[in-house]
């Protein structure tokens, strides 16, 4: 039996995939399902720890403790080598992404009865912008994690490659494809010549044109939404007595998933407290002080991220907030919500042109747009990227399963 497999560790989601008589196929890792939502839950209550949607379960229960997300976000930054405090000890990050991906290998091999020696590790075109230094080092620390956890050979491959592989599986023809994939953290473009000739080919640089990435993605979405919408009904930007505006720090920090435990770090209260004497707008600051105190900062944030999916299918939702204060609720519109992203949508968009350039090929001679990831969906952007190629075939594939079925057959290339 194969030993190889292709993990997806994701911003939101993460996946492994395998192929067995010449099928990749995903690895249901909870309740069926072949994603893992890329959480960790420390239970003090119990003291115990949960991953994925037990996690957020328990969380959302009301059980005391710290909810850990979006960790890859922590790659290629400083937090890396960091310490959080969890149940009374500090916990390194690093730490923390080992007890994750050890998880999910575990689960994955007593699904398959085998144990997984080799990987073809997905990762983004860029984990940093604009830092070749910094950008390889997140690569090595998740090469360093994943032989923790006990993979001896690993491979990296780009997560848009990955996607490319996946639909070149379904082609009877020479195709010229721009794979898209928005995923929790990035935002990823390939230019790829894809075909069932080329797919036997076990080198593929060649038919690479070009490849670009920047490091936004849906939990951006998420924090310019939720600053836009939702942080204004706690106080943010309301003026102090001196003219001043309340400090942004606890609003970002709040809006930012990696960053909501620092909200609660000894200080912030007494700080709020001193600020509160000179609010201008007292009632607001008053449902941030009790956010803080409930610890409910990401309670609030997998509100906000519900309302941008909804958002994806209708022109309004609305945000029921009743744990910061009775009765309240907010109205959001699509509107908002595309104003929020709007900044975010144009970077987005100048990497697709800078793609297309690096290639020297025209819009109009892209055959196939292919979306993967999660965020693929959101309307302003599909918009957008439309508007660029509109000659083009739009196709949609697997949003959450595309990258780790194209590891997998990448994992088959390069393993056996």
Same mark, same amino acid.
Request: charged fraction near 25%; include cysteine.
């Given at each position: 039996?194969?030993?190889?497999?292709?993990?997806?560790?994701?911003?939101?989601?993460?996946?492994?995939?395998?192929?067995?008589? +010449?099928?990749?196929?995903?690895?249901? %890792?909870?309740?069926?399902?072949?994603?893992?939502?890329?959480?960790?839950?420390?239970?003090?209550?119990?003291?115990?720890?949960?991953?994925?949607?037990?996690?957020?379960?328990?969380?959302?229960?009301?059980?005391?403790?710290?909810?850990?997300?979006?960790?890859?976000?922590?790659?290629?930054?400083?937090?890396?080598?960091?310490?959080?405090?969890?149940?009374?000890?500090?916990?390194?990050?690093?730490?923390?992404?080992?007890?994750?991906?050890?998880?999910?290998?575990?689960?994955?091999?007593?699904?398959?009865?085998?144990?997984?020696?080799?990987?073809?590790?997905?990762?983004?075109?860029?984990?940093?912008?604009?830092?070749?230094?910094?950008?390889?080092?997140?690569?090595?620390?998740?090469?360093?994690?994943?032989?923790?956890?006990?993979?001896?050979?690993?491979?990296?491959?780009?997560?848009?490659?990955?996607?490319?592989?996946?639909? =070149?599986?379904?082609?009877?023809?020479?195709?010229?494809?721009?794979?898209?994939?928005?995923?929790?953290?990035?935002?990823?473009?390939?230019?790829?010549?894809?075909?069932?000739?080329?797919?036997?080919?076990?080198?593929?640089?060649?038919?690479?044109?070009?490849?670009?990435?920047?490091?936004?993605?849906?939990?951006?979405?998420?924090?310019?939404?939720?600053?836009?919408?939702?942080?204004?009904?706690?106080?943010?930007?309301?003026?102090?007595?001196?003219?001043?505006?309340?400090?942004?720090?606890?609003?970002?920090?709040?809006?930012?998933?990696?960053?909501?435990?620092?909200?609660?770090?000894?200080?912030? %209260?007494?700080?709020?407290?001193?600020?509160?004497?000179?609010?201008?707008?007292?009632?607001?600051?008053?449902?941030?002080?009790?956010?803080?105190?409930?610890?409910?900062?990401?309670?609030?944030?997998?509100?906000? =991220?519900?309302?941008?999916?909804?958002?994806?299918?209708?022109?309004?939702?609305?945000?029921?907030?009743?744990?910061?204060?009775?009765?309240?609720?907010?109205?959001?519109?699509?509107?908002?919500?595309?104003?929020?992203?709007?900044?975010?949508?144009?970077?987005?968009?100048?990497?697709?042109?800078?793609?297309? %350039?690096?290639? +020297?090929?025209?819009?109009?001679?892209?055959?196939?747009?292919?979306?993967? +990831?999660?965020?693929?969906?959101?309307?302003?952007?599909?918009?957008?990227?439309?508007?660029?190629?509109?000659?083009?075939?739009?196709?949609?594939?697997?949003?959450?399963?595309?990258?780790?079925?194209? %590891?997998?057959?990448?994992?088959?290339?390069?393993? +056996?």
């Amino acid at each position: 039996m194969p030993h190889a497999c292709g993990l997806d560790f994701g911003t939101s989601n993460s996946t492994l995939g395998i192929v067995e008589q +010449g099928k990749a196929r995903l690895l249901p %890792l909870e309740d069926g399902k072949p994603t893992l939502p890329s959480v960790v839950f420390f239970n003090a209550d119990e003291d115990h720890t949960r991953f994925g949607r037990q996690a957020l379960a328990e969380y959302l229960e009301g059980y005391e403790g710290r909810l850990m997300r979006a960790l890859k976000s922590i790659l290629g930054t400083g937090l890396i080598d960091g310490k959080t405090e969890v149940q009374g000890r500090a916990l390194p990050f690093r730490e923390l992404l080992v007890q994750f991906i050890g998880e999910l290998k575990t689960r994955a091999e007593a699904i398959a009865g085998r144990t997984f020696e080799q990987a073809v590790l997905g990762r983004p075109v860029h984990f940093v912008d604009d830092d070749p230094v910094a950008d390889q080092l997140a690569q090595d620390t998740l090469a360093q994690i994943a032989r923790a956890v006990g993979f001896r050979e690993i491979e990296f491959q780009f997560e848009p490659i990955a996607a490319a592989f996946d639909y =070149e599986a379904t082609l009877q023809r020479e195709e010229l494809v721009l794979i898209v994939d928005i995923g929790g953290g990035t935002s990823d473009f390939s230019l790829v010549r894809l075909s069932p000739e080329r797919a036997r080919r076990i080198e593929r640089r060649d038919d690479i044109l070009a490849n670009g990435g920047v490091h936004i993605g849906g939990t951006d979405f998420d924090r310019a939404l939720s600053l836009a919408a939702v942080m204004p009904q706690l106080g943010y930007k309301t003026l102090l007595a001196s003219g001043a505006e309340m400090p942004s720090s606890y609003y970002f920090n709040l809006a930012t998933w990696h960053t909501i435990n620092f909200a609660y770090a000894r200080g912030v %209260l007494p700080g709020l407290q001193d600020l509160y004497r000179s609010a201008c707008e007292r009632d607001k600051i008053d449902r941030l002080i009790r956010l803080i105190n409930l610890r409910a900062g990401h309670w609030l944030a997998l509100q906000v =991220e519900e309302a941008k999916i909804a958002l994806s299918a209708s022109e309004e939702t609305r945000l029921d907030l009743d744990q910061l204060a009775p009765d309240l609720s907010h109205p959001i519109s699509r509107g908002e919500f595309d104003a929020a992203i709007g900044p975010l949508v144009q970077k987005i968009e100048t990497t697709l042109d800078e793609v297309l %350039l690096q290639a +020297g090929v025209a819009a109009g001679q892209v055959d196939t747009v292919f979306f993967t +990831g999660g965020a693929s969906g959101v309307p302003l952007l599909r918009a957008r990227l439309a508007g660029h190629l509109h000659a083009a075939r739009h196709v949609e594939g697997d949003l959450f399963g595309s990258i780790g079925i194209g %590891l997998a057959l990448d994992a088959k290339r390069k393993f +056996g």
